[in-house]
């Protein structure tokens, strides 16, 4: 699973790495004293790296709690505020889209496991905070694709059991659920689940379970009473992008109950300048990545053949959803 594990000197006698290091035993461990000495050096390769990643797991100083980037979620109430928080860095999964392989100069795996902390500042938040805030998790990572290593859901979820009036977003392509399928379903945490068309999965979403394993999970979690939430994230157009995602929306909503579905999103494709640049030099044989752009206040987007693209797939998608449930990711 990983090739080694690095482990900060300040972390290192702690339970909760004890724990870790019990559930993967037989890898290499490696001291260091802050794992940005690993984790940020120059010269690494992203794209070797993938291939066989290491954990590093660490204590997360600074701010924990962030506000969300403009239109990056749903909105919960006319008063309520976005959050995000990342107890990791990376994904396991190898989305060729993905702002990560720009954004980090490694592709290994950084665990914060101070969760305390995070708990800390997520009470400090609330507190300044209006009901109906939302808090997301998945922004620098895939929350639930380590949860049988990491115990995320398990420490946080009691967090906002205390906070019905407060809303966690868990925002994954994993099928790791069994903590969830577990544990008493709360109505303000939505496990939010991303898409793509069948063709584009399997080309550009590389080792993501496949479309049938994570709709199967999504109806698991709707049966046991789990809020889900649907993101067909991101849109990237082609010739035929209508009938693909009339396909997938046929598929999706034929299985799923429909009227409990929590929100469901559209986005286009966007990066920032600097993060396309570095994936381009990663992968320069992505036809993906060599595709017409344009760029406007410092973010890439794809130049879509089809102008009204995500105007027709919002018409499309409104047939299956209510309005209400339904936002464009900015």
Avoid at 66 to 72: F, H, S, V, W
Avoid at 164 to 185: A, G, N, V, Y
Avoid at 299 to 315: K, N, R, W
Wanted: proline residues 5%; aromatic residues 12%; contains cysteine.
């Amino acid at each position: 699973m990983f090739s080694s594990i690095y482990i900060e000197e300040a972390v290192r006698d702690s339970e909760r790495v004890e724990a870790i290091l019990r559930r993967v035993p037989g890898i290499p461990q490696i001291a260091i004293q802050q794992y940005g000495e690993v984790f940020n050096r120059a010269g690494q390769n992203f794209r070797l790296q993938k291939q066989q990643p290491a954990l590093i797991l660490a204590h997360k100083s600074g701010r924990r709690v962030l506000p969300t980037p403009e239109g990056y979620g749903f909105e919960s109430g006319s008063t309520g505020k976005g959050f995000y928080f990342s107890h990791m860095l990376n994904c396991v999964y190898d989305c060729r889209y993905c702002f990560l392989q720009g954004m980090f100069r490694s592709a290994n795996y950084v665990l914060f496991i101070n969760f305390e902390d995070f708990e800390q500042d997520i009470e400090a938040t609330i507190a300044e905070s209006s009901a109906d805030s939302v808090f997301y998790s998945g922004y620098d990572c895939d929350s639930l694709a380590l949860e049988p290593i990491s115990a995320f859901c398990e420490y946080f979820l009691p967090c906002f059991q205390r906070h019905p009036e407060h809303f966690l977003e868990i925002r994954t392509k994993s099928t790791q659920i069994r903590f969830l399928l577990e544990h008493e379903p709360l109505a303000n945490c939505v496990i939010a689940m991303s898409f793509s068309p069948q063709i584009q999965s399997e080309r550009w979403e590389h080792q993501v379970p496949s479309i049938a394993k994570r709709l199967e999970a999504l109806v698991r979690l709707q049966n046991a009473g789990w809020p889900v939430a649907l993101r067909f994230e991101p849109v990237i157009a082609q010739t035929n992008t209508l009938s693909l995602y009339k396909e997938l929306f046929e598929i999706v909503f034929a299985q799923l109950q429909t009227e409990r579905v929590h929100s469901v999103s559209l986005g286009e494709f966007r990066l920032p300048v600097d993060y396309y640049k570095k994936i381009v030099k990663l992968y320069p044989e992505e036809p993906l990545l060599a595709r017409e752009t344009r760029l406007e206040d410092g973010m890439i987007s794809l130049v879509q053949q089809q102008g009204s693209l995500l105007q027709d797939l919002e018409t499309m998608l409104l047939a299956y959803v209510a309005p209400e449930s339904y936002y464009r990711c900015a």
